[in-house]
């Protein structure tokens, strides 16, 4: 029996030895493959930002600018992903994706908003701004507050308005030069009721869709033109299976950088101050550049394209807007006739400076 209890004992000795040896090799094995970097990747912040746009447009640029300075400010602590051209979602899906927290940021056009709260139709209403100091002023005034505040009940967080500018118009059926021009003509547009009841102000026949579908549109004939801005004609190529480009300034397209409200909420204060912080410094920074783009590459358009190129004069844009004010009645009871107001009141401040 003595004999036994030994051989158990031994046998106990044994295992723990083995035991205390395989911990120890171990722990000397991870001690040696250590990776600083892999601690890092560990405790690193990964936030993912979704966009349909070309990384060489207004908002392309702007997203990257953000990554990079929220990189620089957090010491790469924090990261923000960046994926353009739809490689994730198209500008139909982003918003849902945002909901469901499989992105973290977007920055829709704010025609798509119309989705969410009618009042972000105002943007949409034609010629609502005449200048790029008359977008400054409405979207960092009384008019961008209100359209941020009808997000809470969404619970999402807007952060900034990028701009890209003013959008244009391109056809196989021209030129186009007066209202009656698009009689007849199908035309691409962003998913947005206000766009779509002007367009049929002036007897075209316009049709919703994403922007990544706009190319296979117009290359199949499926449409006979679009609107948009300079930037996404370029960017997109537009001009490669259009004819005629007519500078119409007729509508001002630009995006609300948005995030989740449970998200933001979830961050610690530092995190909230390196996002914000980045986030001014890149729309300043958007605003100075956005415009410049889009004269630097209608030049480009004008020197390396054989599509025709008309400028709308004075008084043929007067023309356009007369025809296109009576949507603004219209939509009074959707939108709301003080928002209307006030935008009004911003334009012909603009069209008096002028």
Same mark, same amino acid.
């Not at 405790?43 to 997203?63: C, M, W, Y």
């Not at 992105?103 to 790029?132: C, N, R």
């Given at each position: 029996?003595?004999?036994?209890?030994?051989?158990?004992?031994? $046998?106990?000795?044994?295992?723990?030895?083995?035991?205390?040896?395989?911990?120890?090799?171990?722990?000397?094995?991870?001690?040696?493959?250590?990776?600083?970097?892999?601690?890092?990747?560990?405790?690193?912040?990964?936030?993912?930002?979704?966009?349909?746009?070309?990384?060489?447009?207004?908002?392309?640029?702007?997203?990257?600018?953000?990554?990079?300075?929220?990189?620089?400010?957090?010491?790469?602590?924090?990261?923000?992903?960046?994926?353009?051209?739809?490689?994730?979602?198209?500008?139909?899906?982003?918003?849902?994706?945002?909901?469901?927290?499989?992105?973290?940021?977007?920055?829709?056009?704010?025609?798509?908003?119309? $989705?969410?709260?009618?009042?972000?139709?105002?943007?949409?209403?034609?010629?609502?701004?005449?200048?790029?100091?008359?977008?400054?002023?409405?979207?960092?005034?009384?008019?961008?507050? /209100? &359209?941020?505040?009808?997000?809470?009940?969404?619970?999402?967080?807007?952060?900034?308005?990028?701009?890209?500018?003013?959008?244009?118009?391109?056809?196989?059926?021209?030129?186009?030069?007066?209202?009656?021009?698009?009689?007849?003509?199908?035309?691409?547009?962003?998913?947005?009721?206000?766009?779509?009841?002007?367009?049929?102000? &002036?007897?075209?026949?316009?049709?919703?869709?994403?922007?990544?579908?706009?190319?296979?549109?117009?290359?199949?004939?499926?449409?006979?033109?679009?609107?948009?801005?300079?930037?996404?004609?370029?960017?997109?190529?537009?001009?490669?299976?259009?004819?005629?480009?007519?500078?119409?300034?007729?509508?001002?397209?630009?995006?609300?950088?948005?995030?989740?409200?449970?998200?933001?909420?979830?961050?610690?204060?530092?995190?909230?101050?390196?996002?914000?912080?980045?986030?001014?410094?890149?729309?300043?920074?958007?605003?100075?550049?956005?415009? /410049?783009?889009?004269?630097?590459?209608?030049?480009?358009?004008?020197?390396?394209?054989?599509?025709?190129?008309?400028? &709308?004069?004075?008084?043929? /844009?007067?023309?356009?807007?007369?025809?296109?004010?009576?949507?603004?009645?219209?939509?009074?009871?959707?939108?709301?006739?003080?928002?209307?107001?006030?935008?009004?009141?911003?334009?012909?401040?603009?069209?008096?400076?002028?």
């Amino acid at each position: 029996m003595k004999s036994l209890m030994t051989c158990l004992g031994l $046998m106990i000795l044994g295992i723990v030895i083995a035991l205390f040896i395989g911990f120890h090799d171990r722990e000397a094995h991870e001690e040696l493959y250590y990776d600083d970097d892999q601690e890092g990747l560990n405790d690193q912040i990964v936030f993912r930002f979704s966009h349909v746009v070309a990384e060489n447009t207004p908002k392309g640029l702007a997203a990257n600018k953000f990554a990079e300075l929220v990189r620089q400010k957090s010491g790469g602590h924090i990261k923000i992903e960046v994926f353009p051209n739809g490689s994730l979602y198209s500008d139909i899906e982003e918003i849902d994706a945002l909901r469901k927290g499989d992105v973290q940021f977007i920055a829709p056009s704010t025609s798509k908003l119309g $989705m969410l709260s009618p009042e972000w139709g105002v943007l949409d209403l034609p010629y609502a701004f005449t200048s790029y100091d008359a977008v400054q002023e409405g979207l960092n005034g009384e008019i961008g507050t /209100q &359209l941020f505040a009808s997000l809470k009940k969404n619970n999402m967080k807007g952060l900034a308005y990028w701009t890209n500018g003013f959008k244009q118009i391109t056809s196989n059926k021209g030129p186009i030069r007066t209202p009656d021009d698009l009689k007849g003509q199908a035309l691409r547009i962003m998913q947005s009721d206000v766009i779509e009841d002007q367009f049929r102000q &002036l007897g075209a026949a316009p049709r919703q869709d994403s922007f990544n579908s706009t190319f296979q549109l117009l290359e199949n004939n499926l449409v006979d033109g679009e609107e948009n801005t300079i930037s996404n004609i370029y960017s997109k190529k537009f001009y490669n299976v259009q004819d005629y480009l007519t500078i119409s300034n007729h509508g001002y397209l630009g995006y609300a950088v948005m995030t989740d409200e449970h998200i933001w909420n979830s961050q610690t204060e530092e995190t909230k101050r390196i996002l914000t912080e980045a986030m001014k410094e890149t729309t300043e920074w958007n605003e100075k550049h956005a415009e /410049q783009m889009n004269k630097d590459q209608l030049k480009e358009i004008k020197e390396n394209s054989p599509i025709s190129i008309y400028q &709308l004069t004075k008084a043929e /844009q007067d023309e356009w807007m007369k025809r296109l004010d009576p949507v603004y009645q219209q939509y009074e009871s959707v939108i709301g006739r003080k928002l209307i107001r006030e935008l009004l009141e911003l334009r012909k401040s603009y069209e008096t400076d002028s």
